[in-house]
């Protein structure tokens, strides 16, 4: 997700969504505070949120980047 500057929160996902997702990458998203619980990522990469907080459970970590 690029560039969504009035996104605040990710809401009403249910970790069975996006059964193939497996990379998710953030930029520019200045209000976004966190990721909803979704099945665990292999790679999650995180530029210019400055909001953002954590990655909910069920996310791994080590395969964060900020």
């Known amino acids: 997700m690029w560039h969504m500057n009035d996104l605040e929160t990710w809401a ?4 069975s969504d996006f059964p193939v997702l497996k990379e998710i990458y953030l930029s520019g998203c200045k209000k976004l505070k966190n990721l909803p619980k979704m099945r665990p990522l292999v790679k999650i990469k995180i530029f210019d ?4 907080s954590h990655v909910r459970e069920g996310q791994r970590e080590q395969n964060l980047e900020l």
């Open 49 to 52: 949120c400055p909001k953002f």
């Open 12 to 15: 009403r996902c249910k970790s």
